[in-house]
């Protein structure tokens, strides 16, 4: 089943969101990427960042607490090493960026615009502990549209800004609001919500734990944008790992669905939900795609 | 590619400290060498209160009740995870993912090894020892653990080895002491070519240490700290990082589940962990 995601046309509603893909090849071991509707790289940052000292994970009741410190080969890396595997295994490919200044989040899509094989870009404006990694913090609304428009004024048309947003229902609104008048073509929302390791350091909480405040944003943010009268997409994600989880993001307004942490515990779940999809024979296809979902089916 | 599958428990035998479970688990067994292992789903299909998945020894692969390759894994209970499927019973269903991680490279050369295992991490040495004496590989053991209950069972190297050492913490079997106490002496009497290890941490870092003063290759099978657990075991989390020595002399970071559980023992960085 296809969709349209900010112009572009997408093979499936469902995304391998940021930073849960591994580089590609890991999650291909399981399935071809082409399945999906975009490959989300994880972030990836001007100059090589080797990651934060171990632990970086601990579990927590339907939750992963994670504090990886954005782990990556810096642009140049992986532009020569990353993606053009991913370009020749047909992943439709988004670049997620984070930056520590907004000249370097412009050289980033300076670069990346001008690269062949790159679908969007797009911004991670949930970092949750962006003091340790030493990344922009960006506290207030109106800095996260600087950051996208720094980025959206660097890129051709037809390549979009996606700004990911985390799923803060109390200033998630007032975000996308401000990010859609920046430029960006779609607003992901349901990035990790700051939390901290069991040793105190800062980290990120993700998966169904969160999924409840992530749906609750969703379905706030694609009202606004719709009263708003803008053509920003909304892509909702945070714990989604059944088709029931896919329908209820779906019927709250996205118009596709990233699915994360769920392939750390089973890789198979994007592909699994993409394939319900798309399994759907053509002459009883139309209307929403969460028409064509089943509920709870593991 | 890997297997991602819903393995049926075959079979599930205490001995010792450890529950060995035969599984059926198709596309598992199949492609399994020795040093891969296998990633566990905790709780029933479908739950979701627990994220992570546990990574399991493969101890052995075989036919059995008209499956051509089943997979035996050793589960030491310890935390709730490995708890939770120490407990599976026959029948039950368990999702799981397989074979993972760089197996063990075996040497092109019919040359003289030395395995050195510690408690359950001791798992993958058997295979290993079977596919080293079919290359005409002499092959010595060193088994090490806390006690006798923690020992995986020596008696069934004794077809594939000609030396075997055991040593444990509390002499209750072997000689009292710990593996890095032996292994300088094991490595001469065997005149070692290549060291295979598998354990904690700190025991196989004077494993390394022992392979390089001895001026034989070490490939050393690390296993998931208590401390810092491995999330997806699939490479996609980016939780397991281990320090290493890469390319050129530059420290780097890799993925122990994914550039592991395998590693040359000279390149990791033992001090850093």
């Known amino acids: 089943m296809r969709t349209s995601l900010a112009g572009l046309t997408l093979a499936s509603p469902v995304l391998v969101a940021s930073g849960c893909g591994g580089t590609g090849p890991e999650l291909a071991a399981f399935g071809p990427l082409s399945a999906y509707g975009t490959f989300t790289t994880r972030s990836i940052t001007l100059d090589p960042r080797p990651g934060a000292a171990g632990p970086r994970l601990a579990e927590s009741p339907s939750g992963l607490v994670h504090a990886t410190g954005l782990p990556n080969p810096g642009i140049d890396g992986f532009l020569a090493t990353e993606l053009p595997w991913l370009v020749q295994s047909g992943a439709k490919v988004v670049v997620s960026v984070v930056g520590r200044s907004l000249g370097e989040l412009a050289e980033l899509a300076r670069r990346l615009g001008r690269t062949p094989g790159v679908a969007a870009v797009e911004i991670n404006l949930a970092t949750p502990d962006p003091v340790s990694n030493g990344v922009l913090e960006l506290r207030e609304p109106q800095h996260l549209g600087g950051a996208v428009a720094a980025v959206a004024r660097e890129l051709p048309r037809g390549v979009p800004v996606l700004a ?27 990035g990790a919500l700051p939390a901290a390791l069991p040793d105190g350091r800062p980290a990120g909480l993700s998966g169904p734990a969160i999924a409840p405040l992530a749906l609750r944003c969703v379905r706030e943010v694609a009202l606004a944008l719709r009263e708003a009268d803008t053509e920003v997409d909304v892509v909702g994600c945070g714990g989604v790992h059944t088709g029931g989880d896919v329908r209820a993001f779906l019927d709250a307004g996205a118009v596709a669905v990233a699915v994360g942490s769920a392939l750390f515990h089973d890789p198979t779940t994007a592909a699994r939900l993409a394939a319900e999809l798309t399994d759907i024979p053509a002459d009883t296809a139309g209307g929403t795609p969460a028409d064509h979902l089943g509920g709870e089916e593991r | 590619m890997k297997a991602h599958v819903r393995a049926e428990v075959l079979a599930s035998k205490r001995i010792g400290a450890y529950q060995h479970l035969t599984l059926v688990a198709p596309g598992v067994g199949e492609r399994f060498r020795p040093g891969s292992f296998a990633a566990v789903s905790v709780g029933p299909a479908g739950e979701r209160a627990r994220l992570a998945r546990r990574p399991f020894w493969i101890h052995q692969v075989r036919p059995l009740g008209g499956y051509a390759a089943t997979v035996q894994l050793v589960v030491e209970p310890r935390g709730e995870g490995s708890r939770w499927l120490a407990s599976r019973q026959r029948g039950d269903r368990v ?97 070692a070519a290549v060291v295979y290890a598998a354990g904690r941490a700190a025991t196989l870092a004077a494993v390394a240490q022992a392979a390089e003063d001895h001026g034989a290759w070490s490939q050393v099978a690390v296993e998931e700290p208590s401390d810092q657990p491995w999330a997806c075991c699939t490479g996609l989390c980016q939780g397991c990082a281990l320090p290493v020595v890469g390319e050129h002399g530059a420290p780097r970071e890799v993925r122990a589940c994914l550039d592991g559980p395998v590693l040359r023992g000279d390149r990791v960085r033992w001090a850093d962990l």
């Open chain 1, 164 to 190: 990911k947003l985390r799923a803060d229902p109390v200033r998630v609104v007032e975000s996308a609001r401000i990010v859609a008048e920046a430029g960006a073509g779609a607003v992901v929302v349901g």
């Open chain 2, 95 to 191: 999702e799981m993912t397989g074979p993972l991680g760089r197996p063990f490279a075996l040497p092109k050369e019919p040359v003289p090894v030395l395995l050195v295992g510690e408690g359950v991490s001791a798992a993958p040495l058997f295979p290993l020892a079977e596919r080293l004496r079919e290359r005409d590989c002499p092959v010595s053991l060193v088994l090490g653990a806390d006690d006798e209950a923690h020992l995986l069972s020596a008696l069934e190297a004794r077809r594939t080895a000609r030396a075997i050492t055991v040593v444990t913490h509390d002499g209750s079997v072997g000689a009292r002491g710990r593996i890095p106490d032996v292994v300088a002496e094991a490595l001469r009497r065997s005149d």
